[in-house]
């Protein structure tokens, strides 16, 4: 009897726990979207360094890395430090203030640098870069395949960046 009663938390106690798991990255988005609405003209919220996630989706590998930037040049220098001439697409979008880019490199338009660029608003954060390197692995993933591919993987890698508030000071 003692058996069958663990045997049947079991599974309660994984659900409880995954609904833990979601609740608090429910909470850490909450919390890096309140900090970045809150911030002043002289103040905004980055990410603290370079951050990559991996992840592979039909054969296909996808490899996001974000950096923070501090305007144009600094996002082209990213890029051209980033992208691999061997991969079949590199992807990307930046933002910084009020001004973006986003970049489909190839793929259908609208696929890639617009789902990247969304997925940067979306976290709160200012001041980067998420270049989406993909290795084409055979099987292709249609248009919607394709911007949930690059949309979630750059948000999976940002929600992965450690975070920090800069204030800008006047000299």
């Known amino acids: 009897m003692a058996v069958a009663?663990?045997?049947?938390?079991?599974?309660?106690?994984?659900?409880?726990?995954?609904?833990n798991c979601r609740l608090s990255k429910s909470l850490l988005l909450i919390n890096r979207a309140m900090l970045s609405t809150s911030n002043s003209s002289d103040s905004y919220t980055t990410i603290r360094e370079r951050v990559t996630f991996n992840r592979e989706i039909k054969k296909s590998k996808f490899i996001a890395i974000a950096g923070p930037i501090s305007d144009e040049r600094s996002a082209h220098s990213f890029l051209s430090e980033i992208q691999d001439p061997r991969a079949t697409h590199n992807c990307w979008a930046y933002k910084v203030g009020d001004q973006y880019r986003c970049n489909d490199d190839g793929e259908p338009s609208g696929t890639a640098g617009k789902p990247i660029y969304s997925a940067i608003v979306s976290s709160g954060v200012d001041r980067v870069m998420v270049v989406v390197i993909r290795y084409f692995g055979?099987?292709?993933?249609?248009?919607?395949?394709?911007?949930r591919a690059y949309g979630g993987v750059a948000s999976e890698c940002l929600k992965n960046a450690p975070i920090c508030i800069v204030k800008l000071t006047q000299t």
């Open 138 to 147: 055979g099987i292709k993933l249609g248009t919607g395949g394709l911007v």
């Open 5 to 19: 009663t663990s045997w049947w938390l079991k599974p309660q106690h994984c659900y409880f726990l995954e609904l």
